[in-house]
């Protein structure tokens, strides 16, 4: 068999699986009732009424993404990239690659949660276009590609605990929350707490770091940026956007920044794979 029929069979294989997961279709349930929440619930928390057209509902929706999506691809990709001691012997002893396998696995766990998160922003999408028009649109779909961004990153991080944690998946589990924890919650808390104490300067290239080197904070700014341009954007980022001379720079160097962690944890799960016991 070729190697691109292998990867495509496996994708296959764990596409057909994710999909029949209890995991995979409570999130794809959750996350539309969110999102329709969301549309239909923004006027009214404002005195108004109605459903919100797409650029309200996109900038209310993305903490919830952010919150919602790195989380779900960890621990999605964790239990099905670590499989206990047995399966994985099993798994492992077919004629096909290690790297094969976990790029099917990779690739058909992106398909899974990819159409879970279409069901829901297609679901709001509906909504919002049949009570409120087009306007804004663009935002909508910006934002529907940010969390497909997420899902890619988080899901090759997931790939790195799980390679290294082969039969210990409770293991990987703790390590994989950890993660989530730093990577949504501290890592901005601790970038802020650090800028408060430096001087200006020095505060300001701390906080273009963590807009970089977060890949969580790189999504919210590129996909802010896009939604409502500088007007909705804090000291991190309008620090970020004065290094990098204004949103183009912005978005080019965000890009790079989304594609290095796809890239690098994707490799570094596939070392860690090949020199695994199993």
């Keep these: 068999m070729r190697p691109g029929q292998a990867l495509l069979l496996c ?3 764990e596409l057909t699986l994710a ?3 209890r995991w995979t279709q409570i999130f794809a349930v959750v996350f539309a009732l969110l999102a329709l929440a969301v ?8 005195g108004g009424q109605g459903v919100q057209d797409f650029a309200r509902t996109a900038v209310s929706l993305v903490q919830l993404v952010l919150l919602l999506v ?5 621990l999605i990709g964790v239990m099905a990239i670590a499989p206990e001691r047995g399966a994985a012997e099993l798994l492992f002893s077919q004629p096909v690659s290690r790297n094969t396998i976990l790029l099917g696995n990779l690739l058909g766990l992106f398909l899974a949660l990819g159409a879970a998160q279409a069901l829901g922003f297609g679901a709001a999408g509906l909504v919002i276009f049949s009570q409120s028009g087009e306007e804004g649109l663009g935002g909508f779909l910006l934002l529907a590609t940010g969390s497909l961004v997420l899902t890619a990153i988080f899901l090759a991080l997931a790939a790195v605990l799980a390679a290294g944690s082969l039969g210990r998946r409770p293991r990987a589990l703790a390590l994989a929350l950890v993660v989530w924890f730093v990577a949504v919650v501290l890592s901005d808390v601790a970038a802020l707490g650090l800028a408060s104490l430096l001087p200006s300067g020095t505060a300001s290239r701390v906080l273009i770091l963590a807009v970089v080197l977060n890949p969580v904070d790189a999504v919210r700014t590129g996909t802010l940026l896009g939604i409502e341009g500088t007007t909705a954007f804090g000291a991190a980022s309008l620090a970020f956007l004065r290094f990098t001379r204004g949103p183009w720079g912005a978005g ?9 962690w796809i890239a690098l944890p994707t490799l570094a799960a596939l070392h860690r794979l090949r020199k695994a016991d199993v």
Aim: glycine share 10%.
């Design 252 to 260: 080019l160097l965000l890009g790079l920044s989304a594609l290095a």
């Design 19 to 21: 999909v029949r997961s």
């Design 70 to 74: 790195p989380l779900t691809a960890l």
């Design 39 to 46: 549309a239909g619930s923004g006027y009214v928390l404002s």
């Design 11 to 13: 994708a296959r294989q």
